[in-house]
Structures are given as structure tokens and as C-alpha cells.
């Protein structure tokens, strides 16, 4: 039993002294040389003392708050993956934002130049977000090496998707209903049911939080729920879409808030809260209405939107995360199908009704169906590629038994962990 056993765990070689270094070492190296080809400023039209985006960094700072606190710590609720959590988000943002600066760059240059702005710097954190969707499907599964390799090949399908949605079908997504979060989570299921681990099958006794880990969670909670309107109204036209798409998120956001409560009491056979649903059903009703942030839907529409956000994050949590882990074999860690699947759709869904109501009159119904089946379909055979690439054994997965753990890829004071961190994580990183 001994022998299989450690036959089985052979091909998890988690030791990252040199392969790490090997990958991270050239993938900077070679993006530093392709913005000393390519990437310029941007100073056209620009005056003397004030550049024309400067009124943006507010904007910018709030989403990049998001990326690197909001989601980072929004993942550390599982007890023993903490360092991960926030660590490896803020690996995955560094890294991403260049390759984004990069393959969103190509699809506009000038002179073969990419112009770069504070613009750019804000769609740049966008093409981070999707990749951060998508760990959290992985979170916990996956070795440092791995998410370096995501992180690169989901951004560059993410930015042929972005063109193909925005300049070719012309379909409005301004805060990327469909383009980042659909997009994100569907990419991020096809990665884990290709990489699908049957030892998990189960569960996993580090797959659990703590009463602290939940406490720090709620912390990137609050941090995404007080900066969505900026994420959605960045890069809407100043003026009233700009004004619209902050009050129509800020309501939806309100509306969705209750409605997951009482979902939340309502469907727990206790009649308690459960902080799962607080900590992440309470955001969908920001990525619902997304798609239409900018429209003229009203308050009452944003409301509407962020109400059944709520109901039907809160009801997949409860029922489709073991359904789909039972039946379909995809182990989503953070529930990303019901925070950013499925609110994702509903947002495409909003805003083909608001197309064929004629809320905007250079809508079309048909470009934005089209831009919401476009988006899942990439996403889906993108993630499934890039999860047949993450299953080549040599790139560091941790096995089954060390999963969720930070001691296999971290230094860990010990004693944080008295009674659960086993010899086995121990001795795995000295092979």
C-alpha cells in the first residue's frame, strides 16, 4: 500500500527551487523586451500641465484596490491557504497587468506602437480580474508554475475575446458582464473539470474555514462591494453613462445585499445565515448589471437586475456547487459559477432585453446574444486547452493530500498549524 502510494505521489514533484525561477525569470524578461519594442506614452492631445486622463487614477486606484485586496483576501476564507490566497493573487496581478498592457495593446497600435494611457492601465487590471475569476475555481489545486502559465494563455484569450465582442460585434459590455466575468468563471470551470482530481472526490479536511479565515474574507467582501461602481463606470464615457453606470451598480448592488439575506435565512434549514452566501452572493448583483451599467434602465431596473442576482447566486451556492462536483466533476473551490457564472449570463440576458426594448437605440439584440454565446463558448474551449497544458506532471501540483495547504509552497511558522499540518507536505518539498 506503502509503494503505491508513494508511486502515485512521484509524479507531484512540488520543489519550485529552480523551475519557478526558470519560468517567472523569462516571462519577465521577455515581456520587458517586448515594451522596449513596442510600448510607448501616450501624449496625444494632451496639454502642457494636465494630462487628459488624469481625472481617471481616482477610477483606476479603486479597481486596482479591487484586484489586489478585494480578491485576494476574498479567497483567504479556507484555513490553512492563506498565504496563497493573497500571495499568489498578487503574483498573478503583477504578472498579468503587463501581458494585458501587451495583448490588449496589439489590437490598437499606432505606427506599430502601443500607446499606453491611465486608460490602459485600468483594461489592463480588467485582463487580471478574469484570470482571478478563473483561480478561484483552481484555488488551492494548483503549484505556483501552473498559475504563471494560466495566467499568460487565459489573458490572451481573453484579449482576442474582448476585440471579437467590443470592435467587431460592437456589443456593449462596459462593465464586462459577459467579457470578464462570464468569460472568467466559464474559463476557470474548464480548467478544473480537465485537471479534475477523483482523491478529491470527497472533500478534503483543509478544505474548511475558521471563524478568522471567514472574518478576513469578508474583509475583500466589503473592499469589492464599496469600489464596483468604480469598476463598472471606469471606462464609460464621462458625462451621465459614466454617472449612470455608478448609481445603477450602487443600487443593484443594495437591492442584491437584501435579497441574499433573505434568501440566505430562507433556504438554511436552521434559518441561519450561512457567511458563504454573505461573503460572495451579496457581490452579484455588481456583476449582473454590468452589461447595462451605463444604459438608461432606471434605478428600478438596477434593482430589479441585483435582486434576482442575489436569489439565484445564493440558490447555486446551496444546490449546484455539489451538483456540479457530484455529477459533472468540477470542483469549483470558490463557487465562481454562482458569484460570476451565472450573474455574468444574467447580465448578457439584461442587456438583450434592454437591446430589444430599445433602451439605446444603436443596440442590437442579435450583437448582444451573440457577445454573451461568443464569450462562454471561448471561454470554455480555452479553459479546457490550457487545463490539458496544466496537466503535464513536471509543473509542481501539489497531491491530493497536500492540497490547500500553504506549507507545500510556503515558509510557514509551524506552529500556526499544531495538529493538522502532517509529515507528508514536510516531506514532499525535501524530494
Same mark, same amino acid.
Given at each position: 500500500?506503502?509503494?503505491?502510494?508513494?508511486?502515485?505521489?512521484?509524479?507531484?514533484?512540488?520543489?519550485?527551487?529552480?523551475?519557478?525561477?526558470?519560468?517567472?525569470?523569462?516571462?519577465?524578461?521577455?515581456? #520587458?523586451?517586448?515594451?522596449?519594442?513596442?510600448?510607448?506614452?501616450?501624449?496625444?492631445?494632451?496639454?502642457?500641465?494636465?494630462?487628459?486622463?488624469?481625472?481617471?487614477?481616482?477610477?483606476?486606484?479603486?479597481?486596482?484596490?479591487? #484586484?489586489?485586496?478585494?480578491?485576494?483576501?476574498?479567497?483567504?476564507?479556507?484555513?490553512?491557504?492563506?498565504?496563497?490566497?493573497?500571495?499568489?493573487?498578487?503574483?498573478?496581478?503583477?504578472?498579468?497587468?503587463? !501581458?494585458?498592457?501587451?495583448?490588449?495593446?496589439?489590437?490598437?497600435?499606432?505606427?506599430?506602437? =502601443?500607446?499606453?494611457?491611465?486608460?490602459?492601465?485600468?483594461?489592463?487590471?480588467?485582463?487580471?480580474?478574469?484570470?482571478?475569476?478563473?483561480?478561484?475555481?483552481?484555488?488551492?489545486?494548483?503549484?505556483?508554475?501552473?498559475?504563471?502559465?494560466?495566467?499568460?494563455?487565459?489573458?490572451?484569450?481573453?484579449?482576442?475575446?474582448?476585440? +471579437?465582442?467590443?470592435?467587431?460585434?460592437?456589443?456593449?459590455?462596459?462593465?464586462?458582464?459577459?467579457?470578464?466575468?462570464?468569460?472568467?468563471?466559464?474559463?476557470?470551470?474548464?480548467?478544473?473539470?480537465?485537471?479534475?482530481?477523483?482523491?478529491?472526490?470527497?472533500?478534503?479536511?483543509?478544505?474548511?474555514?475558521?471563524?478568522?479565515?471567514?472574518?478576513?474574507?469578508?474583509?475583500?467582501?466589503?473592499?469589492? !462591494?464599496?469600489?464596483?461602481?468604480?469598476?463598472?463606470?471606469?471606462?464609460?464615457?464621462?458625462?451621465?453613462?459614466?454617472?449612470?453606470?455608478?448609481?445603477?451598480?450602487?443600487?443593484?448592488?443594495?437591492?442584491?445585499?437584501?435579497?441574499?439575506?433573505?434568501?440566505?435565512?430562507?433556504?438554511?434549514?436552521?434559518?441561519?445565515?450561512?457567511?458563504?452566501?454573505?461573503?460572495?452572493?451579496?457581490?452579484?448583483?455588481?456583476?449582473?448589471?454590468?452589461?447595462?451599467?451605463?444604459?438608461?434602465?432606471?434605478?428600478?431596473?438596477?434593482?430589479? =437586475?441585483?435582486?434576482?442576482?442575489?436569489?439565484?447566486?445564493?440558490?447555486?451556492?446551496?444546490?449546484?456547487?455539489?451538483?456540479?462536483?457530484?455529477?459533472?466533476?468540477?470542483?469549483?473551490?470558490?463557487?465562481?459559477?454562482?458569484?460570476?457564472?451565472?450573474?455574468?449570463?444574467?447580465?448578457?440576458?439584461?442587456?438583450?432585453?434592454?437591446?430589444?426594448?430599445?433602451?439605446?437605440?444603436? +443596440?442590437?439584440?442579435?450583437?448582444?446574444?451573440?457577445?454573451?454565446?461568443?464569450?462562454?463558448?471561448?471561454?470554455?474551449?480555452?479553459?479546457?486547452?490550457?487545463?490539458? =497544458?496544466?496537466?503535464?506532471?513536471?509543473?509542481?501540483?501539489?497531491?491530493?493530500?497536500?492540497?490547500?495547504?500553504?506549507?507545500?509552497? !510556503?515558509?510557514?511558522?509551524?506552529?500556526?498549524?499544531?495538529?493538522?499540518?502532517?509529515?507528508?507536505?514536510?516531506?514532499?518539498?525535501?524530494?
Amino acid at each position: 500500500m506503502t509503494a503505491k502510494m508513494e508511486s502515485a505521489n512521484s509524479s507531484f514533484s512540488t520543489k519550485m527551487r529552480i523551475k519557478f525561477p526558470v519560468v517567472a525569470f523569462f516571462l519577465e524578461i521577455t515581456i #520587458i523586451i517586448l515594451f522596449g519594442i513596442f510600448v510607448k506614452y501616450d501624449i496625444s492631445d494632451r496639454g502642457r500641465n494636465f494630462p487628459k486622463e488624469s481625472w481617471l487614477y481616482p477610477l483606476f486606484q479603486d479597481v486596482h484596490v479591487m #484586484i489586489f485586496v478585494g480578491f485576494g483576501f476574498l479567497m483567504t476564507f479556507l484555513k490553512k491557504y492563506g498565504f496563497s490566497s493573497v500571495g499568489i493573487n498578487l503574483l498573478i496581478a503583477a504578472l498579468g497587468l503587463q !501581458w494585458g498592457i501587451l495583448l490588449q495593446g496589439f489590437w490598437h497600435m499606432k505606427y506599430n506602437e =502601443i500607446h499606453i494611457g491611465i486608460e490602459s492601465m485600468i483594461t489592463a487590471d480588467f485582463s487580471v480580474a478574469t484570470v482571478l475569476i478563473s483561480f478561484g475555481a483552481v484555488l488551492g489545486k494548483t503549484s505556483p508554475v501552473q498559475v504563471l502559465i494560466m495566467t499568460i494563455l487565459e489573458i490572451t484569450v481573453f484579449a482576442c475575446n474582448e476585440h +471579437l465582442v467590443v470592435n467587431v460585434l460592437e456589443a456593449t459590455d462596459i462593465g464586462a458582464s459577459m467579457t470578464i466575468h462570464a468569460f472568467g468563471a466559464y474559463f476557470g470551470l474548464a480548467v478544473a473539470r480537465v485537471i479534475y482530481r477523483p482523491g478529491l472526490r470527497n472533500g478534503h479536511k483543509n478544505e474548511d474555514s475558521t471563524y478568522h479565515s471567514d472574518l478576513f474574507a469578508m474583509i475583500g467582501t466589503l473592499f469589492l !462591494w464599496l469600489f464596483w461602481p468604480s469598476f463598472n463606470s471606469a471606462i464609460a464615457a464621462a458625462g451621465e453613462a459614466q454617472e449612470r453606470a455608478i448609481m445603477n451598480t450602487y443600487f443593484s448592488l443594495a437591492a442584491c445585499t437584501m435579497t441574499v439575506f433573505a434568501s440566505s435565512i430562507l433556504i438554511e434549514q436552521k434559518g441561519k445565515l450561512d457567511m458563504v452566501h454573505i461573503q460572495n452572493a451579496t457581490l452579484a448583483g455588481g456583476v449582473a448589471v454590468g452589461s447595462c451599467a451605463d444604459l438608461n434602465i432606471l434605478p428600478f431596473g438596477a434593482m430589479l =437586475i441585483g435582486s434576482i442576482a442575489g436569489i439565484i447566486s445564493v440558490l447555486g451556492f446551496k444546490y449546484l456547487t455539489p451538483l456540479f462536483a457530484s455529477k459533472l466533476n468540477i470542483q469549483d473551490t470558490c463557487g465562481i459559477h454562482n458569484l460570476h457564472g451565472i450573474p455574468g449570463i444574467l447580465g448578457g440576458i439584461a442587456s438583450i432585453i434592454a437591446a430589444a426594448l430599445q433602451v439605446n437605440n444603436n +443596440l442590437s439584440p442579435g450583437m448582444q446574444a451573440a457577445a454573451l454565446a461568443c464569450s462562454i463558448t471561448i471561454a470554455l474551449i480555452g479553459g479546457a486547452i490550457t487545463g490539458l =497544458i496544466l496537466r503535464l506532471p513536471f509543473l509542481g501540483q501539489p497531491s491530493d493530500q497536500n492540497c490547500y495547504d500553504d506549507t507545500v509552497y !510556503w515558509e510557514v511558522p509551524l506552529e500556526n498549524f499544531p495538529k493538522e499540518c502532517t509529515l507528508d507536505c514536510l516531506e514532499d518539498q525535501t524530494q
